[in-house]
Structure formats: C-alpha cells, structure tokens
C-alpha cells in the first residue's frame, strides 16, 4: 500500500430538485460567466433554458461557448480561452457530459496561461499556477470529470489525445433527470467507461492497496452491473440513473484509488483509438478490456480476475483458479456486448491494423512500457489491438 493524501475540493448538489442553488452558487464566484456546452443537447432537453433562468436570477453577464466536441478539441479549448481573456471572466460554467467539462478544464487553466494555446500545457512546455474556477452541470454518467482533477483534450492536427491535472470543479450539479435522455449507445459506453475507470486505475493493477477499498470497488462494479441495463432498457428510470450518476462520480474521484499503484493500461491504449479514429471513449475501452485481461492473464493476476468474476458477475467460486478467472472474462465480455449491445470488434467501428504500429509505440510513450498487471511493450499493445480487430 502506497502513502496518501487524499482530498476532493468538489461540493455536490445531487437531486432532481437542486438547480435552484445555481445562481447562489455563480454569485459565489463573480458576475461575468463563460457557458460552456456540446451540440445541443441541452437545449433539447430544456435545461438551457433553466440554467440561463439561474444565470438571470445571479445577475450574471453570460458568454456562451457552444458545440464543445465529444473528444473535445484543443481549437475548441483555445477558442474558450480567448473568451475569457478578452471579456475578464470570473466563472465557467459547464453544462454537458465529460467532453464539455474537460474543455471548460482546459479553458480555465489556458486562460492564466500567457500563451495562446493549451496544447502547451498538455505537453508540459507551458505551466499555470492558478485557473478559473469551473461550476458543472453534468448531463451523462460516465467519465468522474465533475468531481476529479483530469482533463483530457484532442489534438485532431496530430492525432494525440492526452491531458493535465488541474483543479476539480469548484461544485456541480448532478439532477439524475438530465441523464433520462441519454441514448442507449451512450449509456452502454459510459457504464464502460465507470467500470474501466475501476479496473484500469485499481483493481486490475498490480501490488493492490487495502481489502476495504477492493471492496467497495466490487460495490460500485456491482451498481452498474445492475443498473446500467435497467437504464439502457427503460431510459426515465430514475433509480437507475441516480445508480449510475453517483457510481460514475465516485468511480475517479480519488476516494477509490488513493494508494494503488496507478496503471491507466486500457485507457493508454483506448486515448490512441480516439485520436486516430475519433471513437466514443467508452466503446472503446469496452472493446480492450476483456482482451487485455485475456493477453496478461497467467497464475498470478488470476485470483483477482477470478475473484472479480465471483464477486461482481456472479461466476460460481468452485471453478479451477484459470477456469474461474476465464470465465470472469467471458461474463465481463457478455455483459458489454450481449446484455449493453455495443458492438465488439474494432472493425464494426471502421477501424483496421494501419495504425496500430504507431498506436502502439504512442500507447508506450515516453517510456516504451505501460506499467500495470503484467508490464506491456509496444509488440504486446500491437497483439491485444489485433485481438480486438
Ligand atoms: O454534445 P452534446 O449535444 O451534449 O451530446 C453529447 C455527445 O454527443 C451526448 N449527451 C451528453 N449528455 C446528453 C447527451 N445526449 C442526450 N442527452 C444528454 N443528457 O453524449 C455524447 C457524448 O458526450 P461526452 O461529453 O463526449 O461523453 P462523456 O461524458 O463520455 O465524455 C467523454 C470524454 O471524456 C474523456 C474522454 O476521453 C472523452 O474525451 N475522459 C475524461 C476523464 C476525466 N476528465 O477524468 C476521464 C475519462 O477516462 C475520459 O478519458
Ligand atoms: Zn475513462
């Protein structure tokens, strides 16, 4: 068990009947808003309208970024940043899913930045000290970025996705309603992407922390094993949203993970898809993990794979140590292509071997070697893409 600190600076508001706070809360923090959001779909759903009731309500004098990219651009990001500059802004506002709020992170950190673009600070050749202060409103279940510090933006020029720290938002408000119009495919991928977020940063990594956080990992693997087909299945559920909105949060909001041995192997591998084909971040990784689990099986990861199998998916604990964790993999494999209904190879998204060459080596840099379970060059990245084909 790794030493740590562990702190998480964001206030929640959960519920179907809290928006009325936001204006109390923008007051907060100034008068002059910078409304961050996506390609519409908060005004399809009419919480534009309810945000932009608060912002009157605050006295707040709004600018609006709209039409924030899923993998969210760093001309996007730049575009915000210039807003802020150019108006003295005090406040961003986000009011979407992980993209939107990503982008409102990286806007909030450019916009101290005496540079003109934030791909300086994601390759670490600019640095801030202060941000913006970020309010959320999220709209889907996925990511954990309205209450952790990542922020993760897309260079389409040349085909890289990467991140920075920065601050968690200040506050953010997570109304279960707003998620009721999420689509099945995205519900399917988000629930992914909690779960990966588990796996990949904690229980599938090596060396383990404490016996309580692997079990309240199971407890959060197990929400969305239950919950996540009752909200594919029966979208104004709203049980199974709120299930699934607090399962997201608390899935990356450090609580989980302080103390292990951070791998991040699937998302390495999934961030190269994004960038070279623009994928839905959760797709993907629902695609990689059961082949990454498959490729770095072998007698010593397989107690945590079988135990997951038992304990989250319901795989009978009389079975052989290899037999149980093989079939933790296959129930894992089930649950996201059978019961979620996303498709389960690369090729059903478009994508062929051109790239993973290079994906690979990408996937490995800077050191040549993604750390986790079992160690993987960029050869062993190249076989488990070819697995997913
Ligand atoms: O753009 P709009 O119109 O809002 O539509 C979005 C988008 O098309 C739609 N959507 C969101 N809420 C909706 C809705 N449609 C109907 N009703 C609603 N209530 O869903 C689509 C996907 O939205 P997006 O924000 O991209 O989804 P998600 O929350 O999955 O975010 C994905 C991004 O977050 C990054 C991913 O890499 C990806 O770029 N991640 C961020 C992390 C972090 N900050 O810590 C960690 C994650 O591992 C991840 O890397
Ligand atoms: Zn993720």
Redesign the pocket.
């Known amino acids: 068990m790794r030493d740590f600190i562990f702190e998480n600076k964001t206030k929640v508001y959960f519920g179907k009947d809290q928006l009325h706070h936001l204006h109390e809360e923008i007051s907060r923090f100034g008068n002059k808003v910078l409304l961050v ?6 005004k ?2 009419g919480l534009y309208d309810k945000v932009i009731a608060q912002l009157k309500e605050a006295g707040a004098e709004v600018f609006e970024l709209a039409g ?1 990219e ?3 651009r760093h001309t996007t990001v730049n575009k915000g940043a210039t807003i802020c500059k150019k108006e003295d802004i005090d406040v961003l506002l986000a009011v ?7 982008a409102a ?1 990286g806007i909030a950190a450019a916009a101290k930045y005496d540079g003109d673009d934030v791909w300086d600070l994601v390759t670490g050749k600019g640095h801030v000290t202060e941000r913006l202060p970020i309010i959320t409103v999220l ?2 279940a ?4 309205e209450m ?1 510090r ?3 933006i ?1 260079n389409m020029e040349t085909n890289e ?1 990467s ?1 920075f720290f920065g601050e968690s938002p200040a506050v953010s408000f997570l109304d279960p309603t ?2 009721f ?3 099945a495919y ?1 519900t399917a ?2 629930s992914a ?1 909690i779960m990966s ?1 588990i796996f990949d940063v904690a229980y599938f990594s090596k060396g383990g922390c404490m016996d309580m956080l692997t079990r309240v990992q199971e407890e959060v693997l197990k929400t969305v094993v239950k919950y996540a087909p009752i909200a594919v299945k029966t979208p104004d559920d709203y049980e199974a949203r709120a299930n699934l909105m607090w399962a997201a949060s608390w899935a ?1 909001n450090d609580f989980l993970y302080d103390g292990y041995f951070q791998a991040t192997v699937c ?1 390495a591998m999934e ?1 190269e898809l ?1 960038a070279f084909y623009d994928i ?3 797709h993907g990784l629902a695609i990689l993990t059961p082949r990454w689990l498959t490729y770095v099986l072998d007698e010593e990861n397989a107690p945590i794979i079988k135990r997951f199998g038992v304990n989250v998916m319901g795989v009978d604990e009389s079975l052989p140590l290899m037999d149980g964790a093989k079939a933790a993999i296959d129930a894992l494999s089930a649950f996201f292509f059978d019961t979620l209904s996303l498709k389960s190879r690369l090729s059903d998204l478009g994508i062929d071997e051109s790239n993973f060459e290079i994906m690979a080596k990408k996937a490995c840099a800077p050191e040549g070697v993604l750390y986790g379970f079992t160690n993987l060059t960029p050869k062993d990245v190249e076989a488990i893409y070819r697995m997913c084909l």
């Open positions: 959001y996506g390609g519409g779909s908060i399809k759903i924030v899923p993998n969210p979407g899913g992980g993209s939107t709020i990503d992170k709209t889907i996925a990511t954990g970025s952790d990542g922020c993760v897309s996705k991140g707003n998620t119009s999420v689509s995205q991928s988000g992407d977020h990356l998302h961030h994004s839905t971040h959760g």
